[in-house]
């Protein structure tokens, strides 16, 4: 089974539009399909396929109250079948590292020929780990500058992200990491290569292997919602950046203009390429399932697991977002709107652990009382 994570940097550049009708397209193609809704939290995948809310999805599975097979449901499309998300948990950032194993194991335990996962937008370190479940991920970007802008720093974000999970937490190229990064600033100016030689000097053998796997990364662009012909153009303009500063080897998968019989065909509850087979976003799909189909299939070591270091999530996690936010506000990209909500995020989340430590502590208390009794 080939798996396709299709990740973006940000919202808003048609992630789930590519993902839901290029898993009809391989369909079509008599491939054996699963796709799957992994926004958790922001789920609409359904709509974009044509179906009804779900009343069980994967948010229900992972708290427990419904088998994971019991969530996959059929649909009217050729050899498609389709995991619903839910609204159940707040969105990936509240997944544990337990069920995060759990439901890789399961995805992974899937048999079709494609596994279509439609990931949240942003770096958070859980999508970052199921980006990287296969070395030919697709990431989709729009020819804007801040969509552009966000494509980038996610596979930045990806390379960091494995290059953190290879270096073990005893080994000296994890303590340089740690080291630089006091200073944000000039670990930000660093480019990888470089960063790569430095390390090298310290941990020869771990950067070794980073560098294999480095090499194996292959991940694919889409360029969606394209103008004009010289807006192609924004997509070697990420694939030299990414090579350039990331020595990150990024595969161009291709263009698809907008379209707009795109909004008829939501508005008829329809995949576009179901609504208009013969359309330009449709050949565009077409073309692209194609290439998918034909290339090789390629997947990392045996021994890559993109998520070694559970011990450290937590830390991560907050320093990730740190540095995201940090290099949006460098550039300007992020405008003080943005801020604002990026920080309501935060406070829900905030919110929402305050509730749960409450509830624990009333349980803890009625325990107590009741075993004081007896």
């Known amino acids: 089974m080939q798996i396709i994570p299709i990740a973006s940097g940000k919202g808003g550049v048609g992630k789930s539009l590519i993902s839901a009708n290029l898993a009809i397209a391989l369909g079509q193609a008599n491939k054996k399909v699963v796709l799957a809704d992994l926004d958790l939290g922001a789920s609409n995948l359904h709509l974009v396929i044509g179906h009804q809310a779900p009343k069980v999805g994967l948010g229900t599975y992972l708290t427990g109250q419904i088998a994971f097979e019991d969530i996959i449901i ?3 499309y050729p050899n498609l079948r389709f995991i619903p998300g839910d609204s159940e948990i707040p969105g990936l950032t509240s997944l544990k590292l337990a069920q995060k194993k759990d439901l890789i194991r399961n995805l992974q335990s899937l048999s079709a020929d494609y596994l279509i996962l439609d990931l949240g937008a942003g770096a958070h370190l859980t999508i970052l780990d199921l980006f990287l479940m296969t070395p030919q991920a697709i990431l989709v970007t729009a020819p804007t500058v801040t969509a552009t802008l966000n494509g980038y720093l996610f596979l930045k974000n990806t390379v960091f992200r494995m290059m953190y999970n290879t270096f073990g937490t005893d ?6 990491l740690e080291e630089i990064k006091k200073d944000p600033t000039s670990l930000q100016k660093l480019y990888v290569p470089k960063l790569l030689e430095k390390l090298e000097e310290v941990d020869p053998s771990n950067v070794a292997v980073f560098r294999r796997r480095l090499n194996q990364l292959k991940p694919q662009l889409i ?37 707009t019989m795109q909004d008829k065909a939501l508005a008829s509850r329809l995949p576009i390429i179901i609504y208009k087979p ?3 976003l449709s050949q565009s799909i077409y073309r692209i399932a194609e290439k998918i189909m034909t290339a090789k299939t390629i997947s990392f070591d045996a021994d890559f697991n993109s998520f070694d270091q559970a011990e450290s999530e937590a830390e991560e996690d907050f320093e990730t977002k740190i540095s ?15 801020l604002a909500e990026t920080i309501k995020s935060q406070q829900y989340e905030i919110t929402q652990l305050r509730k749960e430590n409450q509830l624990l502590k009333s349980k803890l208390v009625k ?8």
């Open 171 to 176: 080994s000296k190229a994890y303590a340089y």
């Open 278 to 280: 013969q359309s330009l």
């Open 324 to 338: 995201y936010v940090e290099d949006l506000l460098g550039t300007g990209a992020l405008t003080t709107g943005d």
């Open 223 to 259: 360029l969606n919602m394209i103008d004009d012909p010289r807006d192609a153009d924004k997509a070697l303009k990420i694939r030299r950046s990414c090579n350039e500063y990331l020595g990150l080897d990024l595969n161009h998968l291709g263009v698809v203009y907008r379209d």
């Open 367 to 374: 325990a107590a009382s009741q075993g004081f009794k007896i």
């Open 74 to 76: 059929d649909t009217e």
